[in-house]
């Protein structure tokens, strides 16, 4: 693979924010297809957090207790589609209080 692309590849794999300012579109809920970022403030906020748990610890370990439309799932569903399109053999689960909810949260990552 050439230098520049594999270059832009680890940028990607490493910066959450780049991965979701280039390859991540979600749905507004006027059915526009937007980026992802710029994060609202709920996601910046646990963005910053999580950035320093993994510089800090090596590994995240977040419950949200969250209010409802803070942007919270959609990047907590970003961040593991990113970690798992990225690299080999990669898992992450998804679990709500309804299954309703799973199943919308599904649909928002297909």
Known sequence: MDERLLKARKILQDDFAQYAEHALFIRTKDGEIVTMSPFKTAQQM???????????????RIICLKARQQGISTYIEGRNYSENSQRIG????????????TDALWEMTR
């Open 90 to 101: 990669g898992k992450s689960l998804v679990l709500t209080h309804k299954a309703e909810s």
């Open 46 to 60: 646990l963005h910053d957090e999580v950035e320093y748990q993994r510089r800090t610890r090596g590994y995240v």
